[in-house]
């Protein structure tokens, strides 16, 4: 029998959205072979290059951290969200947002991160600690040059100078994601012999002063619709939807965050280990220092055992939090990228994950500012 005409428009659908589909693919070929477009940020990696121990800034206590929101001319470190108006009138004077649920994710419109004064950064801390995870779109930022990117970084704390990773030759503060159809430095990482390369963390956890506010932009991507997008997940959220009694078990625990696979893995491949890798140890629930906000406070790219536990009860409390943030897609939110967008998010509230879901010939790079914040205060003091 003929096709009907319903079935005709069905199959012209189907045929246009494949030659779509294909036409994109080799418009990203074509990008490929033209090489980086931010060759500057292209990563460097020097085997020589040693950074020294991380050392504690400011002070961690609870008594001192109010302290330093009533004593604003401390020289301690002072989260920026502290400082910030409320109402955010110098962020949001001419800004629209769209919500991407009611947990977390918001796309901020009509807002140059590159133009806002210290009160505009303040309440940029502030907005990212109350939605955990923002998207700025049509920025100038990538544009604006590697020291006025560091300097509006540095407003949110002490840059974190990544031990393994590929940086900018004379800016160890960049952290630079980079792949295209040789280098993928990332999909080694997390071994190839795997069905799904989501891996669920939050940066750099084994720091004694984990980060606070990050900025991740956007160089290289895949055509919009293509791939390349970052999953984020609430940690308040997902510490919300447990049972008070589970709560309970969990308030006051520690767990200990490594950073030794990350530093084996780059020597056998003959990369750099800037800094000796750390073991430290963090409360399985923190408390955000600006908005009061319990939050769970694991990963499993950096979490690795519960202090105190035997193996197995270790093992089964922490597969079972991972578990939990995994599935919890109604608190995940989904970062696309388009030219011109840039992320900022709070490392201490939100877990991520790349996504590797673009052909392996696609070029993807991006670039990281990550500074550093206050010692994590555990839900309950010990």
Not at 89 to 103: D, I, V
């Amino acid at each position: 029998m003929p096709p009907t005409a319903t079935e005709t428009v069905s199959v012209l659908e189907q045929q246009t959205s494949t030659l779509t589909l294909n036409a994109s693919r080799e418009e990203n070929k074509t990008e490929e072979v033209k090489g980086p477009s931010y060759p500057f940020y292209y990563p460097y990696f020097d085997v020589n290059e040693k950074f020294p121990p991380t050392q504690l800034f400011g002070e961690s206590s609870v008594s001192a951290l109010i302290f330093r929101v009533i004593h604003t001319n401390s020289t301690e470190h002072v989260d920026a969200g502290s400082r910030a108006d409320k109402a955010k009138p110098n962020l949001l004077k001419n800004a629209t947002l769209r919500h991407l649920n009611p947990y977390i994710g918001t796309v901020v419109k009509g807002v140059q991160i590159s133009q806002l004064s210290k009160e505009g950064l303040d309440e940029l801390a502030l907005l990212a600690a109350e939605r955990k995870l923002l998207l700025f779109r049509d920025q100038d930022f990538k544009d604006i040059g590697p020291e006025r990117q560091i300097e509006i970084a540095k407003h949110f704390g002490p840059i974190q100078r990544h031990p393994t990773s590929g940086n900018v030759k004379g800016y160890p503060e960049f952290h630079v994601v980079y792949r295209d159809d040789k280098e993928n430095r990332f999909k080694e990482y997390f071994g190839r012999n795997r069905v799904s390369n989501v891996n669920w963390h939050s940066d750099i956890t084994y720091e004694k002063q984990p980060p606070c506010t990050t900025i991740f932009f956007i160089l290289d991507q895949p055509n919009v619709g293509l791939g390349g997008d970052t999953l984020f997940s609430s940690q308040v959220e997902a510490y919300n939807r447990l049972s008070p009694s589970f709560k309970k078990v969990l308030e006051g625990l520690r767990a200990v965050h490594s950073a030794v696979e990350q530093a084996e893995h780059s020597r056998k491949r003959g990369g750099p280990v800037r800094r000796e890798p750390v073991e430290t140890e963090h409360p399985l629930v923190r408390v955000h220092p600006v908005t009061g906000e319990k939050a769970l406070f694991v990963n499993e790219g950096f979490t690795r055992r519960i202090v105190g536990f035997k193996d197995e009860e270790s093992k089964l409390l922490l597969n079972f939090l991972f578990d939990h943030i995994k599935k919890g897609a109604d608190f995940h939110a989904r970062a696309t990228y388009k030219p011109g967008t840039v992320v900022v998010w709070d490392n201490r509230v939100t877990v991520h994950s790349a996504t590797n879901d673009f052909d392996d010939n696609v070029r993807r790079h991006a670039v990281r500012l990550t500074p550093q914040a206050e010692v994590p205060i555990p839900a309950t003091e010990p």
